[in-house]
């Protein structure tokens, strides 16, 4: 659940009401139904009024007029029309290195005064977005004017397409900015900042697939190597008042902000008591020492915790005091036992930005609340006078039949229901390659989703499917083979024919190859029916049907079956083809030279488009995390 704002009805957002009409618009535009238009416009009012529930309500209504509407759209005149293009020669792959955003989306850097625009409604003095003149002009000169992003995984499992879908925008656009001769680089870097779920294992992995993907990372940065100094920038936040040791529990802080919650629903001017923590107002000479205490492990684990003093009153409930820093009594991989408190995403993700010069952070749609201009990412830079990047939300990689969730994911591999993280049927960069995918055609999957703010898309399976087709079409040598094979004996047959076979029907240059023919041949068992239909291409009794690749066509005369009844095997003759044109041509492999391979075929993992629907509700898009509430979140695509 996305949240940006809190309206009457305390669960739905403009923002939400927004990407809920965004849609709705989207199918009246395939189908023009006059109802769906009715319900659309009527939402507006809604908008309008601030009634954000009952207009996402009307869109949605809309958005199943339209999907299900027989309404055909109205079509636009026709010009006059065009020769058809001359065939060309199939196209070769593409480059992995060469693919890159087709479009600059990002702002220019000496532009960004102001790094996010402010949401409607929030009052100016909130405004924490602001880069000063003198602080911008700083940051140019350290970076050159160059456009930086980055691409931050958290080294806890292995990567997936939405990872993919990452490193494609935030490399592809640092790219397209060198290309232009703006300058451009993206640095890798590891959101280390929970040690319980990082291995070095899951990093070599990320490295390995950075480059397959054709990435090329100007530095490798970890957060960890700037633990120090975010230690010391909490102690400054602290001598400012900005944050306080709280030692509430984990159900005394949801309760606290259900409370805190059900306030803004009642528009209470104050905070009630249950929704403040009794630590909140401590002296800044004891909120040290705790901290020092907290540093030198005099705490148990969710004993005590570091968290910022935001603003219980605004309408961002990522300003309700989120948590900076807490207890893990774990080695970490990369910084080792030096450190029993760890900073929270939240509290690291903008100070690193800011410290490595990063232009712009494109983060995925669930961060959307943390990152507005009177969010927690700002708000933190603002207090502590550092620079500010742009930040930059668009919607999660949804696809069919799987689940994209570092979490989820690893529960299958925990539990065996899946044979380890490059299990084929799943959707990790690890799976796809053994399954044969190409960086090519991940690169091109990724650009023909493209990018969006569209937090409902989901994109069907087939797609990714096609991007390895199309390539494996131009670069495929052909070959022959019979998964379920059904023997011929072709009657009268003496002797061999060789054949000369094409490697590719589309490119000469790919040469050709000598296949024998004897007298048995193997043929698909689907590729032969009993009882012949008009729609079917196949063998079957008294039907004449052509042999791929050779000059020959057979006709089945005997079908020989085992005591079950099933068919064993078949007997057929055969004579040229001539000028003879049949209906349907079969590939074959020969009994004698036939080679016994290993074939493994993959269908989806789940029966499902969306298995993290309720049940009967599965064509729901997966939602996001929630709105920021102080328990750290699993960083998915953006990192």
């Known amino acids: 659940r996305q949240v940006t704002g809190m309206a009457d009805t305390g669960a739905v957002t403009k923002s939400g009401a927004k990407n809920a009409k965004a849609d709705a618009q989207k199918y009246y535009k395939r189908k023009n139904d006059p109802a769906g238009l009715a319900k659309i416009e009527e939402g507006d009012k809604y908008m309008k009024e601030g009634d954000f529930g009952k207009a996402k309500q009307l869109f949605d209504e809309a958005h199943e007029i339209c999907k299900n509407s027989t309404v055909e759209r109205t079509a636009k005149p026709k010009g006059e029309s065009q020769p058809k293009p001359a065939a060309e020669t199939p196209a070769a792959a593409p480059d992995a290195d060469a693919l890159c955003t087709a479009k600059l989306l990002l702002s220019i850097p000496k532009e960004n005064i102001q790094a996010k625009p402010m949401r409607e409604g929030v009052p100016e003095h909130q405004n924490y977005a602001k880069n000063t003149a003198e602080r911008l002009a700083e940051h140019l000169q350290a970076t050159g004017g160059k456009y930086i992003t980055r691409f931050p995984p958290e080294p806890n499992g292995y990567l997936h397409i939405g990872h993919a879908k990452a490193m494609n925008f935030n490399f592809g656009q640092a790219r397209l900015a060198q290309s232009q001769g703006l300058g451009g680089e993206t640095i890798m870097r590891f959101d280390d900042t929970n040690p319980e779920a990082e291995k070095q294992e899951y990093i070599d992995s990320i490295l390995k697939n950075v480059e397959w993907l054709g990435n090329k990372p100007v530095r490798v940065t970890y957060s960890s190597d700037y633990f120090q100094g975010l230690y010391d920038h909490a102690v400054q936040l602290i001598k400012q008042g900005d944050a306080y040791v709280c030692h509430q529990k984990k159900e005394e802080v949801k309760a606290s902000r259900d409370a805190l919650r059900d306030a803004h629903i009642a528009h209470a001017t104050s905070p009630p008591a249950a929704a403040v923590s009794p630590w909140r107002n401590s002296s800044v000479e004891d909120n040290l020492a705790k901290f020092e205490k907290m540093r030198t492990g005099q705490y148990d684990e969710g004993e005590a915790c570091l968290r910022m003093k935001g603003d219980l009153m605004s309408d961002n409930p990522a300003m309700w005091d989120t948590a900076f820093y807490r207890i893990k009594f774990t080695a970490h991989p990369h910084s080792g036992d030096k450190w029993c408190i760890y900073p929270t995403y939240d509290y690291t993700h903008c100070i690193v930005d800011s410290m490595e010069n990063i232009t712009h952070s494109l983060c995925t749609l669930e961060f959307e609340s943390r990152q507005a201009a009177d969010g927690p990412y700002y708000w933190l830079l603002h207090k502590l006078g550092f620079y500010k990047p742009v930040t930059w939300e668009y919607s999660r990689c949804n696809v069919t039949r799987n689940v994209l969730s570092k979490r989820k994911l690893n529960q299958l591999v925990t539990h065996n229901i899946v044979n380890g993280w490059d299990d084929p049927r799943l959707l990790t960069l690890d799976g796809l390659r053994r399954r044969g995918y190409t960086a090519s055609a991940v690169n091109s999957f990724c650009e023909s989703i ?190």
């Open 450 to 639: 493209g990018v969006t703010r569209s937090g409902t898309i989901t994109t069907q399976m087939p797609a990714l499917e096609n991007c390895i087709r199309v390539e494996l079409d131009v670069t495929a040598p052909r070959r022959f083979a019979v998964v379920k094979p059904l023997k011929v004996e072709l009657k009268g047959f003496k002797g061999e024919a060789v054949c000369e076979l094409p490697n590719h029907p589309k490119n000469a240059d790919m040469g050709s190859r000598k296949v024998v023919m004897g007298s048995s041949i193997y043929i698909e068992r689907d590729d032969f029916k009993e009882v012949d239909e008009a729609s079917f291409f196949g063998l079957a009794p008294g039907k004449e049907v052509g042999l791929l690749g050779t000059s020959f066509v057979v006709t089945c005369v005997e079908v020989k079956k085992g005591k079950d009844g099933k068919v064993e095997s078949l007997v057929a003759t055969h004579r040229e083809r001539g000028d003879t044109k049949v209906k349907g041509n079969l590939h074959w492999v020969d009994v004698k030279t036939g080679i016994p391979a290993e074939c493994r075929i993959y269908s989806a993992l789940f029966t499902v488009d969306n298995p993290l629907a309720p049940p009967k509700a599965d064509a729901a898009a997966p939602s996001g995390p929630a709105d920021g509430a102080g328990e750290e979140e699993e960083e998915e695509e953006e990192g």
